[in-house]
């Protein structure tokens, strides 16, 4: 073992007695020295840099111990105690490195780390080469948005049957997972059809986009299962829906107020049959235009005649169906759209469609 003379007969008085400053700099000298022989050294050698630097390291500045995580995380000799010790700190850019890739973290440490660390450290954890089922479950029970869908991501993940059932129900409010999960290759075609039956036709359509030519034909096949070979024939009865509203019409009770409650008890036809009568477009026009891929139809007739955004936004989770929950994040981009779109400009909008 080659070790510098220099660094031996001061270090046990730097060690039991050193202040933070003289530790903090035999540490960046040792990891230095331990770092440039680590292809070399023998496990008894490591072990005396362990035992030493375990000691040291916790005395040196955050950047000099997060660039030390990150030069140990990719050595598979790298000391075990040090490792453990870096990897538990609360500053992520210490512990990211290691979670992300270090082979040295055993699963005993890792889902002790992911039971009691923070959405951070979930998230490094998540881009592992691979994730064991146990592990998944606890990062599911405990992540945010970000970290489940890295996870559901990540082709080395392995997740449990109970895993699975959870994030597929989160998916229905999450596009982005429903097209990671979708993408998976040990997804049964059970819960592919679980999957397709919670998500909206956006998402099923950028899906059958991304996929591989094989998993396609698992989506029409779980698609014809859904919903029947005859559900695009199926046309909505707007009758009905026109001799409510042209009653309240009558009695002066047609307004935004009616319109809001239709939307909120998820009367489709009635809305589309309100709005219509409301903005003088043709009940075909708004019906093709509204259950499209995109909301901005419901922003630009809503601007168009002045509606609250409550009833705009009744509107949007109208469209969705009472069965699927619309993201938080997308109410909020379509209420910043709704603010910033000019009447003006939606009132030119709706002439051209009553055009159509």
Partial sequence: MIVSPS????????????DPKRRADAARRISELFLQGAASFRPDHVDFFDGVLTSLVPHAEIEARAELAERLSTLANAPRGLVGQLVHEDEIAIAGPLLRCSPVIDEKMLLEIASMKGQGHLLAMAER???SADLTDVMIARGDRAVVRRAAGNSGAAFSSDGYSTLIKRAGQDGVLTIRLGQRDDLSSEQLKELLSGSIDIIRRRLFQVVKPERQ?????AMTAITGPSEREERRDFVPAQRTVLKLHREGALGEGALLNFARAFKYEESIAALSAMTGVKIETLDRLISGDRYDPILIAGKAIDLEWATVRALII????PNRTASPADIESARVNYVRLMPMTAQRVVEFWKTR
């Fill in 7 to 18: 660094l031996i007969p001061e270090l046990d008085d730097i060690v039991s007695r050193g």
């Fill in 129 to 131: 080469p691979t994730l």
């Fill in 217 to 221: 034909a698992d989506i029409k096949q």
């Fill in 318 to 321: 109208l469209r969705l169906g």
